[in-house]
């Protein structure tokens, strides 16, 4: 029993080490860090009480390496073989814990990206949204004040032009729901707690590229992540210079 104890202590151990690396690799854009705590994480998939989180982390691991890549010029094929790694790992998940909506929603997430890779094989494509729209839903009914099931659910309404069910006001909201759920991060816990950050970015994101521009707010909004991620090289080193880009250019 006491070894039994030990063994369980030192998974959880390893995986709340995997998951503060794994976030401060991701704020970093640090693609090959990414790749070896994939690997880390896959060791532990077997464990039988907490392989569903190691495989989770693997996924979110394969999938932050497609974001961060998106900004490094990653190519299409090495994009999709990430994200089919990731949708194995969320999948894998949810076999060994079939009511945990974080991995519902981070499948969904890379489904719906599958998605814009299949635009020229249209049943293909209908059945990666399809996966989607099943999997969110079921994050929804699960957790629907989780901030991580609410940024996925956005994902249409901010990329979908009006016609097709976008609607920046919905994106706002649904941005705005992530910020009020978002618990402080638990340094200790091995379970995903991010989206507070994630919330305030995505305002940003969208406050800067709306049809009329809130410079003020994407700024305000911009830092304040950076205050809770000072790493982030997105917001850092990316979006705050877009936001100041705009605001020269508006100047008379």
């Given amino acids: 029993m006491a070894t039994q104890f030990l063994a369980a202590a030192l998974v959880i151990s390893r995986l709340i080490a995997l998951k503060g690396a794994l976030m401060s690799a991701d704020y970093r854009g640090d693609i090959l860090r990414l790749a070896a705590l994939r690997t880390e994480a896959k060791a532990l998939s077997g464990d039988r009480e907490l392989g569903y989180l190691a495989d989770y982390w693997s996924g979110f691991a394969s999938w932050r390496i497609v974001v ?24 894998s998940s949810l076999t060994k814990k079939s009511d945990f909506a974080d991995a519902y929603a981070s499948a ?11 635009m020229s094989d249209p049943d293909a494509m209908k059945r990666e949204i399809e996966t989607f729209k099943q999997q969110i839903n079921r994050a929804l009914e699960l957790q ?27 994106a706002v909201a649904l941005y705005q729901a992530m910020l009020d759920n978002a ?7 091995p379970l995903p707690d991010w989206g507070r950050a994630e919330a305030l970015m995505s305002l940003a994101y969208t406050q800067l590229n709306q049809r ?6 994407a700024m305000s909004n911009a830092k304040a992540a950076i205050r809770l991620q000072p790493e982030w090289h997105y917001v850092k080193d990316i979006l705050i210079p877009q936001i100041e880009a705009k605001g020269k250019g508006a100047q008379p």
């Fill in 212 to 217: 009329s521009p809130d410079l003020d707010a």
């Fill in 183 to 189: 618990a402080p991060l638990v340094p200790d816990s």
């Fill in 144 to 170: 629907p004040t989780n901030p991580r099931v609410l940024w996925i659910e956005a994902i249409p309404y901010a990329t979908l032009p009006k016609e097709r069910g976008g609607s920046t006001e919905k």
């Fill in 68 to 91: 961060n890549g998106a900004s490094a010029k990653m190519t299409p094929e090495e994009a999709k073989t990430n994200l089919n790694q990731a949708v194995a790992d969320f999948e």
């Fill in 108 to 118: 969904a997430a890379v489904h719906g990206w599958l998605a814009m890779y299949k």
